[in-house]
Each structure stands twice: as C-alpha cells, then as structure tokens.
C-alpha cells in the first residue's frame, strides 16, 4: 500500500520560513519522481516544484524560482520543500505527489500553508 504523509505546515508571517516533508512507503523511493502541489481556495491546483529520481533533477514553477527549493534524501524516503520568503500568495494547501513509471501517480492528504500577519 502506497502512503505518502505531509507533514510541516503552519501560520507564518510574511517573509518567514517554513519546510515541508513527505514520508513515502510502500514503492521503492529512489525510482520515483517526487513533487510538490498547492491549491489555494478557489484556484486550480498547481505544480510548484518537482525533483526526479537519480540524477535529482529538479523543476520549479516561475512564482516560487529563487525562494522554494525541493530536495529528497532516499535513505529516509522523505522528499522536502524548504520555502523562504514566504507571501501570502504562497498561502495553500500543499500535496506531495509521487510518480512511479510513467503514469502511476499517487498523492498525499496535503498540508496547509497560510501565510499571515
């Protein structure tokens, strides 16, 4: 059975920090590519970066270039999303996805971003 479990979300003030996890199990991590998503009330959800299996390419979408940054450690099957200089625009629910192959995707509960004064 296929899990992945976001974790790390919160309030924080505009120009904070925040890092994001997600704990996958049951798929051999270090095959899949591994993402990040949000949707925000009433919008469209949105890819914000992604990171592929070896070599560890990654992607990232125009708003967020420069201020999130995607990374995975396959010894602990945990990809992150350290995101700084937050905004309120940044505020969203977040899911992690997971690729296997070229079309088995499977994808996290999410985990809510609110970025507030």
């Known amino acids: 059975q296929v899990q992945l479990v976001e974790s790390g979300g919160g309030l924080v003030q505009p120009g904070g920090s925040l890092r994001l996890s997600c704990a996958a199990s049951g798929l051999t991590f270090s095959l899949l590519t591994m993402s990040w998503y949000r949707q925000a009330p009433g919008k469209e959800r949105e890819l914000v970066a992604s990171?592929?299996?070896?070599?560890?390419?990654?992607n990232y979408a125009d708003s967020v270039k420069g201020r999130f940054t995607i990374s995975r450690d396959n010894a602990k099957n945990t990809v992150y999303l350290q995101m700084n200089s937050l905004k309120p625009e940044d505020t969203a629910a977040y899911y992690c996805?997971?690729?296997?192959?070229?079309?088995?995707?499977?994808w996290g509960q999410g985990t809510q971003v609110i970025v507030s004064s």
């Open positions: 990171i592929t299996s070896i070599p560890g390419s990654t």
């Open positions: 996805k997971a690729l296997y192959g070229l079309s088995e995707n499977y």
